[in-house]
């Protein structure tokens, strides 16, 4: 059973994570970004969506958090799943792309909201510029797994 206690600091442990990736990633941009699909060879047998949405229904935390942060974290919901599944794959190189895919996915997701709910011009800017170039890399990842997962 989750106590206030584990809420709070899982709160404070994921708003502080999603601050520090938001700053380490660089920019992107909502209305010119270019709709990204997770590879079908990358998807998991495992269900682990469902594992991660009880997991955040069974938290308050949601409660907590302004309209910015529950976006954001909506963007991160749907692709961690993603993400811990695509590790999971038997081959190294594999996992590794396939996370990197839904973990790029993540970081345009919060871009978008960046973009859709910021204020300061020099962070959309760079929220745009991550979109650019994450959606870029992503096709190419996504081609790489088609040509080399089996």
């Known amino acids: 059973m989750i106590t206030r206690s584990m809420e709070n600091t899982m709160f404070s442990q994921l708003k502080t ?10 920019a992107a941009s909502y209305a ?46 749907k692709t961690m799943p993603l993400m811990t599944g ?11 792309v396939c ?3 839904a973990h790029h996915m993540g970081a345009i997701e919060m871009s978008k909201t960046e973009l859709k709910l910021g204020d300061n011009e020099e962070a959309k800017a760079m929220a745009q510029k991550i979109i650019d170039a994450q ?10 797994v088609e040509a080399n997962a089996k």
């Open 17 to 26: 994570l999603s601050v520090a990736f938001v700053l380490a990633t660089s």
């Open 32 to 77: 010119s970004a270019q709709e990204v699909t997770y590879p079908e060879k990358c998807k998991s047998s495992h269900d682990m969506a469902m594992d991660h949405e009880k997991m955040m229904k069974s938290s308050s935390m949601d409660m907590q958090m302004t309209d910015f942060q529950r976006e954001m974290m909506d963007g991160m919901h």
């Open 86 to 96: 695509g590790m999971m794959k038997d081959d190294a190189d594999v996992a590794f």
């Open 99 to 101: 996370g990197m895919i």
């Open 135 to 144: 959606v870029k890399e992503i096709e190419d990842m996504a081609k790489w």
